[in-house]
């Protein structure tokens, strides 16, 4: 019988990240809190099939039962989501009237 060799995180190839892997990218401090809220929402919007743009892409592969991400998938992601204020906000209270 041969033996089983069990991997680990740690066993990742360089170009793979799973949510620990993926802090601080993105072009801003992300946190794996951050980035596990974020996975999950989208994921639970896609699983009802009303995605939004912008949300953190699907996982590319997966290992074991942890979702890991390209580079590139991450880095595509994060050039095209929206910037701040991009959502409008909350409509002035008093609106000005241009003569």
Same mark, same amino acid.
């Given at each position: 019988m041969t033996p089983v060799t069990y991997l680990t995180i740690a066993d990742l /190839?360089?170009?793979?990240? +799973?949510r620990h892997g993926l802090t601080g990218r993105s072009g801003g401090p992300l946190t794996e809190s951050t980035v596990r809220s974020y996975h999950d929402a989208a994921t639970k919007r896609r699983n009802d &099939?009303? #995605?939004? #743009?912008? +949300?953190? /892409? &699907?996982? +590319?592969q997966y290992f074991a039962r942890t979702p890991v991400w390209l580079e590139a998938t991450v880095d595509a992601w994060a050039t095209n989501r929206p910037g701040r204020g991009a959502g409008g906000g909350r409509p002035r209270k008093n609106k000005r009237s241009d003569p």
């Open positions: /190839p360089a170009y793979l990240h +799973d &099939e009303c #995605p939004r #743009p912008g +949300d953190f /892409p &699907e996982p +590319d």
